[in-house]
């Protein structure tokens, strides 16, 4: 029976559902994450009576056919890239992006990657690194006797050094936007690379031309709604539980036709 089978793939895409919003719930406290939906399909349909087809020698046509669907798949895991609120911090190398685009980040073997995690810091030598170490690109290092650090809506990073009254530029943060922001491929630690579906990425100044500005000592936090996660968290619950119910409705029928025979 088509059925148990079915209802196996109704069963078995909820708790993907679960899978994803688990994560999404895990991650409610996590700088900038961008919320995940599953993105569901039919399966392949059987014609036991092919729509179109002839159905007299008269030439009549018959209208709309049997199908009978096969279940369900999943087909993809959108990224929603929407702007997540802005949280007040005290450190002034946090920066948040109002709008569209990404800092890059320049990777171990020499790979760029990029987030909107602006939780940054500095290293030993004093380069405007991430939590992990990752230098951001391009470079910008502050002066050891730097005693305040300061970054414009532009991304035009200055400092004061002593005995100088006006700040002095070290340095200008570049970011850069994608055509298909949710074509970009996670890779963990708040980072994505470019992949064939984002598109090359598109370098530009903050503030200009369509990109977003810089806003320091601020973080971008979750986009994440705890009650429509929590909500969704029941439907799927609610729709596995009707799923296995036709499983156990299957299994009886199945159950009273062994008996009759």
């Given amino acids: 029976m088509r059925s148990l089978d079915i209802a196996a793939t109704g069963m078995q895409a909820q708790q993907l559902y679960v899978d994803v919003t688990s994560q999404n719930l895990a991650n409610i406290n996590t700088t900038a994450y961008k919320l995940q939906r599953p993105e569901f399909q039919d399966l392949l349909y059987q014609s036991e009576r ?12 018959v209208p709309t056919g049997v199908q009978i669907g096969l279940g369900v ?16 911090t005290s450190n002034p190398l946090d920066i948040a992006l109002q709008g569209k685009g990404y800092f890059q980040v320049t990777m171990p073997d020499g790979t760029i990657s990029y987030t909107r995690g602006g939780a940054f810091q500095l290293d030993n030598n004093g380069q405007i690194v991430t939590v992990d170490g990752y230098p951001m690109e391009p470079a910008i290092t502050v002066p050891q006797n730097a005693t305040s650090v300061t970054i414009n809506s532009s991304g035009e990073v200055s400092v ?22 949710p074509g970009l491929s996670s890779i963990g630690n708040n980072l994505y690379q470019e992949t064939t579906a984002s598109g090359s990425p598109l ?5 200009l031309d369509g990109f977003g500005t ?3 000592n601020f973080l971008e936090t979750s986009n994440v ?4 996660e929590l909500t969704n968290l029941i439907k799927a619950q609610r729709v596995y539980e009707m799923n296995s119910k036709i499983v156990s409705k299957t299994d009886e029928m199945l159950q009273n036709l062994n008996q009759s025979v």
């Fill in 50 to 61: 092919r729509v179109g087809t002839s159905s007299s020698d008269a030439g009549t046509i």
């Fill in 73 to 88: 798949k999943l087909a993809a895991i959108y990224r929603n890239v929407s702007q997540g609120p802005v949280q007040q």
């Fill in 160 to 181: 004061t050094l002593p005995a100088q009254t006006d700040p002095s530029i070290i340095g200008n943060i570049q970011i850069v936007n994608f055509v298909n922001e």
């Fill in 203 to 207: 370098v530009g100044t903050p503030g």
């Fill in 214 to 216: 810089v806003l320091q």
């Fill in 225 to 228: 709604n705890p009650v429509t």
